[in-house]
């Protein structure tokens, strides 16, 4: 399951760094808009959701008990948002690209606009993302946690420690770890 998120995820990230429409207005396109810096083919929103799901699925690795499941259920919620603007974002995209062909065309009519085939790649990876992640909310309790000697130092300090840096030097000395 950890390895459809993280893939999903990578796939929704890739196909949003993708042109997700295409066209042409006599000798404009848009990529050519594009090196102009008037991207109106990509959506950043779709990227910027991918990525939240990818983190999502590293911290679930390094994670424990409510924490995790918290992060799974934000990791779902990212996916949906993800599927949404996958849903709805061609259309404007669509606009968006005739209305800049004909700003920098300056002609009265755009040749063609069409969805590229990226947008079936995020729509999938969209469906994968929400599979995932909601499905990790309902097993992620029953998922093995890292050992808690990974853990930050607690505030309590064990019995026999040393007190100060002429006592740490003097049990090295007599070969303890005062470490340990």
């Known amino acids: 399951m950890l390895a459809l998120g993280l893939g999903s995820a990578g796939l929704g990230a890739w196909a949003a760094s993708k042109p997700w429409v295409s066209g042409r207005s006599g000798a404009v396109t848009g990529e050519s808009l594009a090196e102009m810096g008037t991207d109106v083919t990509r959506s950043p929103f779709a990227m910027s959701l991918a990525l939240v799901v990818l983190a999502c699925w590293a911290v679930v690795l390094v994670t424990r008990e409510w924490f995790r499941r918290l992060v799974t259920v934000l990791a779902t919620v990212a996916s949906i948002g993800y599927a949404l603007v996958v849903a709805l974002e061609p259309r404007n995209m669509l606009d968006g690209l005739s ?30 993302m929400i599979a995932t992640s909601a499905a990790a909310v309902l097993v992620v309790p029953r998922w ?36 340990a």
């Open 144 to 179: 093995p946690e890292m050992g808690t000697r990974y853990d930050a130092p607690g505030g309590a300090r064990p019995t026999g420690e040393v007190e100060n840096n002429l006592d740490m030097w003097k049990a090295l000395d007599e070969g303890h770890d005062p470490t």
């Open 99 to 128: 209305g800049a062909l004909l700003g920098a065309h300056g002609a009265e009519d755009v040749a063609s606009t069409d969805l590229t085939g990226w947008v079936v790649v995020a729509g999938v990876a969209a469906v994968a």
